[in-house]
């Protein structure tokens, strides 16, 4: 097996993902624009999508990531409209788009069209929150774009599998499909509430950080694929494991939380970036393809399945934003009010990505009965210019949508002030719990050290309220601001005479290492990532 493209494809990805941190434009659409490019260029091999990869060894991952730092109460508080959009939307997006796509191409079977809808029927779980999180939309507004991503899938791999049996000649009913869909959810409901448990109990009761993160990076596939061994959906029982692991996760020891940050950071950002680069260079696949159908005449029925993809979100998401509150005093008493503005950004909030490519790539080439599948070339050209229509269309609109809309932003002051508001009444908890073990003789302490526990105590709980105080007039910084630049400033120096002294064969690189590492742990201690990814 030849691993060169996979390096390559990974280290041109990373290297585009990176550049776009420093660019207005969000890394999935450089990278989709990136693969697009690519993909005709002499000498660049062909990477074709393949569901047996995507669906069951990089999905499981994506989706972990996501939830684990996805707040549980948030999507509880939430859970209506995240409902109505990751179950209902879905399936009336198959449905309305696969109509759609029936009237609109000439010949083309209504269980193939209905394949086609249920492919892109689900947003993508990483752009649009990836979006809202750089842009500062309203927190209601971003948990329910989170969530709808975290669920949506589940939906629509169960529609596309009972589409599929009607298109294939397997055979389907409308209560074939219920049972598929109540097997589907309650099952994988069911084997992530089955995992949660003892999962955690394996996470509290390792003592070694590297074996809890070797566990945690086991789980999302163990989940998914414990979940299809039963039929039921993997999609669900990673994301209700990750909910589990995620709202707990400070029981575990903080090297534990320390390196599993890390880890996942760096594996969610590979990921990602080689995903939407792999949607890019799907452009020569598709194309060649085509087979009957001439490249402009798929060119229309893309324009109109794009059209009718956006079309019918909003048809969707603003009746189901007003209606039940206009029907129901409790929805109305129990989730604040709304104006058109929130249903529009969720609305034009809708890119498809890679879950539903590798849908359309699982599609299988023949019927049951050994003949060819009716139009699938098709499907798969449709798919693909819909998923690079809304990353590219919506994707490079919603930021000034955004901007040009009367949303409530995200107030920092307030932020601040409730996180000092936090420190405090922690600080004032950690001071009598100091103050009960220093009263017992078995915890004496010299005076000094004494001291510098409550120094300390001290200094977390003034760092967030000099956050508030006053700018330094020069640098624009405040005290805290400043505070921590010169600790780093300090620690530099430091760093750079452990290392002379190495140099110097004064201290051996054992000794180094540690007296680094402690450094480090003190460099990470004053150095405060002010919301960067």
Do not use: C
């Amino acid at each position: 097996m030849d691993v060169l493209p996979l390096i390559a494809l990974v280290a041109a990805s990373a290297a585009i993902a990176g550049a776009a941190r420093r660019t207005p434009v969000a890394a999935p659409l450089l990278l989709v624009a990136a693969g697009l490019g690519a993909s005709y260029v002499p000498g660049v091999p062909e990477y074709t999508l393949d569901p047996h990869i995507v669906l069951p060894l990089i999905l499981p991952p994506l989706l972990y990531t996501a939830a684990v730092d996805s707040s549980y109460l948030d999507l509880r508080a939430n859970i209506r409209p995240v409902a109505m959009l990751s179950v209902g939307y879905v399936l009336f997006a198959t449905v309305a788009v696969g109509w759609l796509t029936y009237l609109l191409v000439p010949g083309l079977p209504l269980t193939t069209a209905l394949v086609l809808g249920a492919v892109v029927a689900p947003p993508d779980a990483v752009a649009a929150t990836a979006i809202a999180r750089r842009l500062g939309l309203p927190g209601r507004i971003t948990t329910i774009l989170q969530g709808e991503s975290l669920l949506n899938d589940a939906t629509a791999i169960t529609a596309f599998k009972v589409a599929l049996a009607a298109a294939v000649g397997a055979g389907a009913s409308w209560a074939g499909g219920v049972r598929e869909f109540a097997l589907a959810a309650l099952g994988g409901v069911g084997v992530g509430l089955v995992l949660m448990l003892p999962l955690q109990w394996l996470r509290t009761h390792l003592t070694e950080a590297l074996l809890q993160n070797t566990l945690s990076l086991l789980i999302p596939f163990v989940a998914y694929t414990a979940a299809e061994q039963v039929g039921a959906s993997g999609v669900l029982a990673v994301v209700v494991v990750a909910l589990h692991l995620g709202h707990h996760s400070w029981q575990v020891d903080f090297a534990t939380r320390l390196q599993e940050a890390a880890v996942w950071k760096m594996v969610a950002f590979v990921l990602e970036s080689a995903v939407f680069a792999l949607i890019g260079l799907q452009l020569p696949v598709v194309v060649r393809g085509l087979g009957e159908y001439g490249v402009g005449e798929a060119a229309l029925y893309a324009l109109g399945v794009f059209a009718a993809v956006v079309a019918v979100r909003f048809l969707w998401v603003y009746p189901a934003t007003f209606l039940p509150r206009r029907l129901s005093a409790r929805i109305r008493e129990r989730e604040p009010d709304t104006t058109w503005t929130a249903p529009l950004i969720v609305g034009w909030a809708g890119m498809r990505g890679v879950v539903s490519l590798a849908i359309a790539f699982s599609i299988p080439a023949v019927t049951q009965d050994d003949t060819p599948f009716p139009g699938r070339n098709l499907v798969l050209f449709l798919a693909f210019t819909t998923v690079i229509g809304t990353l590219v269309v919506q994707g490079l609109t919603l930021p000034p949508l955004i901007r040009m809309l009367p949303l409530p932003g995200r107030d920092p002051q307030r932020e601040t002030l409730a996180e000092a508001q936090a420190q405090s009444e922690a600080s004032a908890a950690a001071e009598r719990r100091l103050d009960e073990l220093l009263a017992d003789e078995r915890n004496a302490l010299p005076q000094p050290l004494a001291e510098r526990l409550r120094t300390v105590l001290e200094r977390r709980r003034n760092a967030v309220w000099e956050r508030l105080g006053a700018v330094n007039e020069i640098t624009g910084e405040s005290a805290d601001e400043t505070y921590r630049r010169l600790s780093r400033e300090m620690i530099e120096a430091e760093r750079a005479v452990f290392v002379a002294l190495r140099d110097r064969r004064r201290i051996d690189d054992e000794m180094l290492r540690t007296l680094l590492r402690r450094l480090d742990l003190e460099e990470a201690a004053a150095y405060r990532e002010d919301g960067a990814e």
